[in-house]
C-alpha cells in the first residue's frame, strides 16, 4: 500500500521547517488547518502522522500517573488506521478492537511492555488543538478527555471527537475559575 505521511502535509522545505519548529502540542493547529486544506481537495484523503499519546491515570499518584507514548515506528492516520515499522523494512497494520466498555483500542508492545490505547484520544493527540477556552484555563492534553460529540463510541472521526475538561465529560457544569487565576492568565 501506498502510504502518505507528514511529508505530504507539508510538501516545501519551508512549510516542514515551520512544522519542525513547532514541538508537540504547538504543532496541532499546523497539522489540522494542513489536513483540512487536503480534505477540501479530496475527501477521502488519508495521511500518517507520528503516534502521540498523553493520559493521566487518575487512580496512581506517583510518577507512572502520565502515560506518554510517542514511539518513532508507530503511525496512525486521519482515518483511525495505525501502522509500525518496528524493526521492519515494510509498514505493518496494527489491528484495532473494542474493549468491554464498548471503546476501539489499540494493544500496542512498546519497551517490551504490553499498552492499550484507545483509538479516539490516540487521534486527538495526534490530529486535533485543544481549545482557547481550555487552554486559557492551562489545560494540556494530559489534563483533558476526549468527548464523542454524537456519543457513539465507535464513531473515531476526527469531526466527531473534542477535548472536553474532565467534568465537561461527565456532563457536569465545569467549575468557575477564581478570578485571581483568569487575571494572572490574561496577563501572561
Known amino acids: 500500500m501506498d502510504y502518505k505521511f507528514i511529508d505530504d502535509l507539508f510538501p516545501t522545505e519551508e512549510l516542514m521547517a515551520y512544522y519542525h519548529s513547532h514541538p508537540f502540542p504547538f504543532n496541532l493547529p499546523l497539522i489540522k488547518d494542513r489536513l483540512d486544506l487536503k480534505l477540501k481537495e479530496n475527501p477521502d484523503y488519508e495521511v500518517f502522522v507520528p503516534l502521540y ?5 487518575r487512580l496512581l499518584k506517583d510518577d507512572r500517573s502520565l502515560k506518554v507514548v510517542n ?8 482515518r483511525g488506521n495505525v501502522i509500525s515499522n518496528n524493526m ?9 478492537t473494542t474493549n468491554p466498555e464498548g471503546e476501539v483500542i489499540i494493544r500496542v508492545n512498546i519497551n517490551n511492555e504490553n499498552n492499550t490505547l ?3 484520544r490516540a487521534l486527538a493527540c495526534s490530529f486535533l488543538p485543544v481549545p482557547d477556552h481550555l487552554t486559557a484555563q ?11 460529540k454524537n456519543a457513539n463510541k465507535l ?6 471527537l473534542q477535548w472536553t475538561a474532565l467534568n465537561e465529560h461527565q456532563n457536569v ?16
Open 53 to 57: 499519546y498523553r493520559k493521566l491515570d
Open 138 to 148: 492551562g489545560l494540556h492534553p494530559k489534563d483533558l478527555e476526549v468527548g464523542h
Open 71 to 78: 514511539p518513532h515506528y508507530l503511525f496512525i492516520s486521519n
Open 155 to 160: 464513531d473515531f472521526t476526527l469531526g466527531n
Open 88 to 96: 521492519v523494512e515494510t509498514f505493518q497494520p496494527i489491528s484495532v
Open 118 to 120: 484507545s483509538l479516539h
Open 173 to 188: 457544569p465545569p467549575a468557575p475559575i477564581a478570578p485571581e487565576l483568569v487575571a494572572e492568565l490574561t496577563q501572561n
